[in-house]
Nanobody, 127 residues
Framework: QVQLVESGGGLVQAGGSLRLSCAASGRTLSAYCMYWFRQSPGKEREFAAAINWSGVTTYYADSVKGRFTISRDYAKNTVHLQMNSLKPEDTALYYC????????????????????WGQGTQVTVSS
């Protein structure tokens, strides 16, 4: 059984940084496109970042471009999201997801489009 477990969320002041991790177990996800999505209360889930199987190609939402960096650690079967210059509007529940399909710059947000999802980690940015 494949599991994705996110960690690294927390409470941080505006301008601060956090590093999220998504650890996979049950199978290696080295051939999968890995995504980070986020969802705030009352809002639709939105795409944040993606990284392809080789780690060479990355995609970012305009709202996080230049502040967030996605990376993957093949040895640990883990994907990271480094978040810098955080803003109150970054407050959300952050999820990682895996897809065996090619990465999309504007990916679908429906759960069934992905092979695996994590449970999420909360990020709260205070002003």
């Amino acid at each position: 059984q494949v599991q994705l477990v996110e960690s690294g969320g927390g409470l941080v002041q505006a301008g601060g940084s956090l590093r999220l991790s998504c650890a996979a177990s049950g199978r290696t996800l080295s051939a999968y496109c890995m995504y980070w999505f986020r969802q705030s209360p009352g809002k639709e889930r939105e795409f944040a970042a993606a990284i392809n199987w080789s780690g060479v190609t990355t995609y970012y939402a305009d709202s996080v471009k230049g502040r967030f960096t996605i990376s993957r650690d093949y040895a640990k079967n883990t994907v990271h999201l480094q978040m810098n210059s955080l803003k109150p509007e970054d407050t959300a529940l952050y999820y990682c997801a895996a897809s065996h399909r090619a990465c999309y710059a504007k990916p679908p947000i429906k759960s069934h489009e992905y092979d695996y999802w994590g449970q999420g980690t909360q990020v709260t940015v205070s002003s």
